[in-house]
């Protein structure tokens, strides 16, 4: 059935979809203000969350269809083990129900999944919905869908580090050839290109702690839209000012 979104997106005009050189290869997405969403309309903040789920179908569609390569989303950071146990066990079983509704539509879309975090403290249905799917959609050469699920910079950075040492220490390698390149290959995100396009929705003016390295010269958008209500325009906006934007990489 057709959600209210989706007769939204089929009543866009082609040149609605930002077109041209320039369309961001990678985009990454904080997605914020689901509870605020929730709360606005007097529902639990879990509805937000629900709601949150759906925006990532209609979201993956659009960037698929203006060009973009790699869309990295922030489900879930290393900090929001900190929310009520509820809403903890509720966000972690939404990516079992989305990928049991959409896996077969990715799969038909030739959409990769991956997922960039720490493994070891997601629950079992959790992570094994997300490694099938990573396994359905490994040969897969489209656009790739990237979860950053219990996913915390710093603490990505400090294992790339430690990796470097232990290396160090084993006597395989000088510290004096360690480079951005060597540090680059200890982090989460290893083999993706750094996002050129960073959106965090609800108002919230920072990055709490996600792709602190990899963010370094990336194009921010900000929007005041909860993330449930997030739609392809918004999306296409955001493109469409980055396509404006100069990116100069600290030279003229
Ligand atoms: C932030 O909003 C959102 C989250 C912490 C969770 C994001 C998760 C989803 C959108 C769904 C995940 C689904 C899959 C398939 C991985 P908030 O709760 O902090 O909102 P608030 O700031 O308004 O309270």
New binding site residues.
């Given amino acids: 059935m057709f959600t209210e979104q989706d007769m939204q997106h089929s009543q866009l005009k082609s040149e609605e979809i930002p077109s041209g050189d320039n369309i961001p290869e990678h985009v990454a997405i904080i997605?914020?203000?689901?509870?605020?969403w929730a709360k606005a309309r007097g529902l639990p903040?879990i509805a937000?969350?629900h709601n949150?789920?759906k925006a990532?179908k209609r979201i993956t569609k659009a960037a698929d269809r203006a060009g973009v390569k790699v869309l990295t989303l922030y489900?879930?950071s290393t900090e929001?083990w900190k929310r009520p146990k509820a809403e903890v066990e509720f966000?972690m079983k939404?990516?079992q129900e989305?990928l049991s509704l959409e896996l077969g539509e990715l799969i038909e879309n030739n959409v990769q999944v991956k997922m960039m975090g720490n493994r070891d403290l997601l629950p079992d249905h959790t992570l094994s919905a997300i490694e099938e799917a990573i396994r359905q959609t490994a040969n897969n050469t489209g656009l790739i869908l990237n979860?950053a699920?219990n996913y915390g910079s710093r603490l990505e950075m400090v294992e790339s580090a430690k990796l470097l040492a232990r290396k160090v220490a084993a006597g395989q390698l000088d510290p004096e050839t360690i480079g951005e390149a060597e540090f680059e290959q200890g982090l989460l995100s290893s083999g993706l290109p750094d996002p050129d396009l960073l959106i965090r929705t609800?108002g919230e003016l920072r990055l709490s702690n996600f792709m602190l390295w990899q963010l370094a010269y990336s194009e921010f958008w900000f929007t005041e839209v909860y993330?449930p209500e997030f739609s392809d325009q918004h999306l296409y906006d955001a493109i469409r000012e980055y396509q404006q934007r100069a990116r100069r990489y600290g030279g003229l």
């Fill in positions: 997605m914020d203000g689901n509870g605020r903040r937000g969350h949150g789920m990532i489900a879930f929001n966000l939404l990516p989305f979860f699920l609800s993330w």
